[in-house]
């Protein structure tokens, strides 16, 4: 149990476009989901906590225009890169926890390039 | 804020050889703590986790962790290592309902 399935695995798009990633708890019911951002042979960064039903919280230095987070159901949060620009170009993770004794589950990550 | 440092960023080892990867955290009040790997090409998985009780856990694929709280240390061991476990591995603590991961270390097995 406990899959978390996040769309697309790969995208590519044009400076100033926006791309939405799609992150689903397919098993389980997450009241909260995280945004991570990874950088080349660097660790996860944690951009925003996805509550549902409310407005995301972000991290320091993160911004919340740019990095459009909507929590709309249970088992689905979505990021949405706007205006996307070559430096926005990452690896985005999200992840789930079912309940506060579980560990995290985390997707396959999303590889964004902005040409 | 919490920080979490791992101090080993590139090991290589040959098969059969032990493991021991250090993890340390630096806030010290309750907190969870959980060892990932990521292998070549896929996503995170845990490897094992230590919310509370026996501080020796024991995860997945023959690997244990070790919480010592008075050294705010959780490190990661396996007695012998197989070339299949040639991947990145991450630290986590998850504090005030967020995790924070470590930079990982890069473990390479050679056969």
């Known amino acids: 149990g406990a899959v978390v399935s996040q769309h697309p695995s790969w995208v590519i798009c044009k400076s100033g476009t926006s791309v939405k990633i799609e992150c689903r708890s397919l098993d389980f019911q997450a009241t909260t989901m995280f945004w991570y951002r990874q950088f080349p042979k660097q660790s996860l960064m944690l951009m925003a906590t996805?509550?549902?039903?409310?407005?995301?919280?972000?991290e320091q230095g993160v911004e919340k225009d740019k990095f459009l987070i909507n929590h709309a159901s249970l088992t689905l949060s979505t990021l949405t890169v706007t205006s996307a620009h070559p430096e926005d170009s990452s690896f985005y993770i999200c992840?789930?926890?079912?309940?506060?004794?579980?560990?995290?589950?985390f997707g396959s990550g999303t590889r964004l390039t902005v040409v | 804020a919490q920080s979490v440092s791992q101090h080993n960023h590139h090991v290589i080892l040959s098969e059969a050889a032990s493991l021991e990867l250090g993890c340390n955290y630096s806030?010290?009040?309750?907190?969870?703590l959980f060892w990932y790997v990521q292998y070549p090409g896929q996503h995170l998985q845990l490897l094992l986790k230590?919310?509370?009780?026996?501080?020796l856990v024991k995860g997945i694929k023959g690997f244990e962790a070790e919480f010592i709280k008075s050294k705010f240390s959780f490190n990661l061991r396996k007695p012998s290592v197989q070339w299949s476990d040639t991947a990145e591995y991450f630290c986590a603590v998850n504090s005030f309902q967020k995790l924070v991961f470590g930079t990982g270390t890069r473990l390479l097995v050679s056969p």
């Open positions: 230590y919310f509370s009780g026996d501080p």
């Open positions: 806030y010290g009040g309750t907190v969870n």
């Open positions: 996805s509550n549902e039903g409310s407005k995301a919280t972000y």
């Open positions: 992840s789930a926890r079912r309940g506060i004794n579980y560990g995290y589950t």
